[in-house]
T-cell receptor, first 118, second 114 residues
Framework: DTAVSQTPKYLVTQMGNDKSIKCEQN?????MYWYKQDSKKFLKIMFS???????INETVPNRFSPKSPDKAHLNLHINSLELGDSAVYFC?????????????????FGPGTRLTVT | AQTVTQSQPEMSVQEAETVTLSCTYD???????LFWYKQPPSRQMILVIR??????QNATENRFSVNFQKAAKSFSLKISDSQLGDAAMYFC???????????FGTGTRLKVLA
């Protein structure tokens, strides 16, 4: 069984379009994250949700809007796509981002979604 | 602000040999955690090893061990008996206790030579 799944794995679209990436975890975790990995492999956190509440919102353009319908899902919607949005987007989850025990912080990553904007 | 620095963009090691990947970090917090993640060509991010800052004992996981030097803010990863399957990007990361914000280094690409 896949622990953290993302769909789609590949997404090719044109500038100006709106697209969504879905993420689901079946681990019962409370905390979910979105990361962006650029062409130089730099991995940067974008958002974090804990129990459907937005906890971290890094300096990400307003065109990016996360949505958490329940704590097992964290979707990423991107409006008016730009060339610079091309990257691999990773979803991740952890048991509890502020837990007492170290194992609660361990992140489980999805397989990534490679977004290409043309 | 938290920062994580990996100064080696790429490293090579002969199969069965030992290699050490460097990581330094900066934080003003006293309670934090450190991690090494591996990203093979499949792109999947996998946790390799983790360390609580308050623990003086270095973490080990089979062939993987860390050298945690708290005063120097250094957290290097040692891979013993390197295998071809160890070839990947390795990312060092830090997390301040009580926050959700992981900070990743820029990664080190490890090549394992047969």
């Amino acid at each position: 069984d896949t622990a953290v799944s993302q769909t789609p794995k590949y997404l090719v679209t044109q500038m100006g379009n709106d697209k969504s990436i879905k993420c689901e975890q079946n681990l019962g975790h409370d905390t979910m994250y979105w990361y962006k990995q650029d062409s130089k492999k730099f991995l940067k956190i974008m958002f974090s949700y804990n129990n459907k509440e937005l906890i971290i919102n890094e300096t990400v353009p307003n065109r990016f809007s996360p949505k958490s319908p329940d704590k097992a899902h964290l979707n990423l919607h991107i409006n008016s796509l730009e060339l610079g949005d091309s990257a691999v987007y990773f979803c991740a989850s952890s048991q509890d981002g502020t837990g007492v025990y170290l194992y609660t912080y361990e992140q489980y990553f999805g397989p990534g979604t490679r977004l290409t904007v043309t | 602000a938290q920062t994580v620095t990996q100064s080696q963009p790429e490293m090579s090691v002969q199969e069965a040999e030992t290699v050490t990947l460097s990581c330094t970090y900066d934080t003003s917090e006293s309670d934090y955690y450190l991690f090494w993640y591996k990203q093979p060509p499949s792109r999947q991010m996998i946790l390799v090893i983790r360390q609580e800052a308050y623990k003086q004992q270095n973490a080990t996981e089979n062939r993987f061990s860390v050298n945690f030097q708290k005063a120097a803010k250094s957290f290097s990863l040692k891979i013993s008996d390197s295998q071809l399957g160890d070839a990947a990007m390795y990312f060092c990361a830090s997390l301040t206790s009580g926050t959700y914000k992981y900070i990743f280094g820029t990664g080190t690409r490890l090549k394992v030579l047969a």
